[in-house]
């Protein structure tokens, strides 16, 4: 009866990612990887914009600007584009097939947290329930499925690449660390951690770790460009685009409203790298290392948060990489419900005030997008104040997170959400 159940749950979920998937995408980040895919496909450089619009009979295609992730998504998306849009050139069927690895990486990261639940001797219950809660979570189906974002990757390569590292599978866990990196540098913060953990065990681990995490980072950042003689020239020059902008779910969430732009100017441009003496200063709260898994979760989840709450962008997606350590150390006790709930909550009521939900409608439902989207600029400043007020609990709720993982006394006992 329990694998009925469960075998029910899994296709109810991936049912619901499907339909998601294939009415639902983000009109500027699908339109970017799709037309990606079709460069990387046909063996042009997915670096160099291109209007497509005559190809895909979209004016959403004109003007588009380069992807900004390293090489292996738009090689993911080229791989995407030759099995789907050149057999069946459907717009629908594209976007969809686009994030069939997104919803698989949703479904292997549910199984690894309920294996990492077991693991530390919580019980089955418990940790079926955490896979069922990240089966049905509405903030990562929203994040991934819907809007196209391949956060959920990250996460699970990275949660992988920790549990090897516990388990000292040195080799797998750094090529995993590697491959979480090179998808989206958000993972970087996971690097201290897992130095400072080696370390402490052995100067030799911790130089043959880092020679095959380099090894791999070359492998899967630099290696395609020179394999496929890409022209990294437009990397190099907006190679600090990130860091130049003020707004998403960061604390330079008003900038907009002032600056009606979110381009950081003069000395506001300074903010943008706060980042790196943050993460410095916080590696003196990794000692005295412990070597146990709950402290690489503890520790991981609060140098990811510093991160994003230090930065001055941050988009919704993004937190997918800490939701699943956030879910683990709830149900192990290390950190109160409280925080779970406002880590997934808040930033889907941040996303329907930053018209990012009314921008999913781009591939189904294109006419009622933009009757959304011209509604919400009418109502731009009220908006903008709206989703302010919002950071200010997420800010909260992320600095309580780290303060709490870089304790050493563990939050009371409580195997469960409430």
Same mark, same amino acid.
């Not at 639902?24 to 799709?34: A, N, Q, T, V």
């Given at each position: 009866?329990?694998?009925?159940?469960?075998?029910?749950?899994?296709?109810?979920?991936?049912?619901?990612?499907?339909?998601?998937?294939?009415?639902?995408?983000?009109?500027?980040?699908?339109?970017?990887?799709?037309?990606?895919?079709?460069?990387?496909?046909?063996?042009?450089?997915?670096?160099?914009?291109?209007?497509?619009?005559?190809?895909?009979?979209?004016?959403?295609?004109?003007?588009?600007?380069?992807?900004?992730?390293?090489?292996?998504?738009?090689?993911?998306?080229?791989?995407?584009?030759?099995?789907?849009?050149?057999?069946?050139?459907?717009?629908?069927?594209?976007?969809?097939?686009?994030?069939?690895?997104?919803?698989?990486?949703?479904?292997?990261?549910?199984?690894?947290?309920?294996?990492?639940?077991?693991?530390?001797?919580?019980?089955?219950?418990?940790?079926?329930?955490?896979?069922?809660?990240?089966?049905?979570?509405?903030?990562?189906?929203?994040?991934?499925?819907?809007?196209?974002?391949?956060?959920?990757?990250?996460?699970?390569?990275?949660?992988?690449?920790?549990?090897?590292?516990?388990?000292?599978?040195?080799?797998?866990?750094?090529?995993?660390?590697?491959?979480?990196?090179?998808?989206?540098?958000?993972?970087?913060?996971?690097?201290?951690?897992?130095?400072?953990?080696? %370390?402490?065990? =052995?100067?030799?681990?911790? $130089? *043959?770790?880092? !020679?095959? @995490?380099?090894?791999? &980072?070359?492998?899967?950042?630099?290696?395609?460009?020179?394999?496929?003689?890409?022209?990294?020239?437009?990397?190099?020059?907006?190679?600090?685009?990130?860091?130049?902008?003020?707004?998403?779910?960061?604390?330079?969430?008003?900038?907009?409203?002032?600056?009606?732009?979110?381009?950081?100017?003069?000395?506001?441009?300074?903010?943008?790298?706060?980042?790196?003496?943050?993460?410095?200063?916080?590696?003196?709260?990794?000692?005295?290392?412990?070597?146990?898994?709950?402290?690489?979760?503890?520790?991981?989840?609060?140098?990811?948060?510093?991160?994003?709450?230090?930065?001055?962008?941050?988009?919704?997606?993004?937190?997918? %990489?800490?939701? =699943?350590?956030?879910?683990? $150390? *709830?149900?192990? !006790?290390? @950190?109160?419900?409280? &925080?779970?709930?406002?880590?997934?909550?808040?930033?889907?009521?941040?996303?329907?005030?930053?018209?990012?939900?009314?921008?999913?409608?781009?591939?189904?439902?294109?006419?009622?997008?933009?009757?959304?989207?011209?509604?919400?600029?009418?109502?731009?400043?009220?908006?903008?104040?709206?989703?302010?007020?919002?950071?200010?609990?997420?800010?909260?709720?992320?600095?309580?997170?780290?303060?709490?993982?870089?304790?050493?006394?563990?939050?009371?006992?409580?195997?469960?959400?409430?």
């Amino acid at each position: 009866m329990n694998k009925l159940h469960n075998a029910t749950l899994l296709i109810l979920s991936v049912a619901i990612q499907l339909v998601a998937g294939f009415f639902l995408g983000h009109r500027y980040d699908m339109s970017i990887f799709m037309a990606t895919g079709y460069l990387a496909g046909t063996g042009q450089n997915p670096y160099i914009p291109q209007d497509l619009s005559a190809l895909f009979h979209s004016a959403y295609f004109s003007g588009l600007s380069s992807i900004g992730y390293g090489p292996l998504w738009p090689l993911m998306l080229g791989l995407v584009y030759r099995c789907s849009y050149a057999l069946v050139p459907n717009l629908l069927v594209y976007n969809c097939a686009i994030k069939l690895p997104i919803m698989a990486a949703n479904i292997g990261l549910a199984y690894l947290v309920e294996h990492v639940l077991d693991k530390m001797g919580y019980g089955s219950a418990v940790a079926r329930r955490a896979r069922i809660y990240l089966f049905f979570n509405p903030f990562l189906l929203y994040a991934s499925s819907a809007w196209g974002q391949f956060d959920s990757c990250v996460a699970f390569f990275a949660l992988l690449a920790l549990i090897l590292l516990d388990a000292g599978k040195l080799s797998y866990s750094a090529i995993l660390l590697a491959l979480a990196i090179s998808l989206k540098p958000t993972a970087l913060p996971l690097l201290p951690v897992f130095m400072c953990f080696l %370390l402490s065990k =052995s100067w030799r681990k911790t $130089l *043959t770790y880092c !020679g095959i @995490l380099a090894t791999g &980072l070359f492998l899967f950042c630099v290696f395609p460009f020179v394999i496929f003689k890409w022209d990294p020239g437009i990397i190099f020059k907006h190679y600090n685009a990130h860091f130049i902008v003020g707004g998403g779910m960061s604390f330079m969430s008003w900038y907009e409203l002032f600056k009606y732009s979110y381009t950081l100017t003069g000395n506001w441009q300074s903010l943008g790298m706060m980042w790196m003496p943050a993460l410095a200063i916080s590696i003196l709260a990794l000692f005295p290392v412990e070597h146990s898994l709950v402290y690489l979760l503890k520790k991981s989840a609060a140098f990811v948060l510093i991160f994003f709450l230090t930065r001055t962008w941050l988009s919704e997606p993004n937190i997918i %990489l800490v939701l =699943s350590f956030v879910l683990i $150390l *709830t149900l192990s !006790g290390n @950190l109160p419900p409280v &925080l779970l709930t406002a880590v997934w909550v808040l930033p889907l009521i941040f996303g329907f005030f930053n018209t990012s939900m009314a921008q999913l409608l781009f591939p189904g439902f294109p006419g009622v997008m933009e009757q959304l989207l011209v509604l919400s600029d009418r109502f731009r400043d009220v908006r903008i104040v709206a989703r302010t007020i919002i950071v200010v609990p997420w800010l909260i709720a992320g600095w309580w997170i780290v303060i709490a993982c870089l304790k050493r006394r563990p939050y009371a006992s409580a195997n469960n959400l409430s």
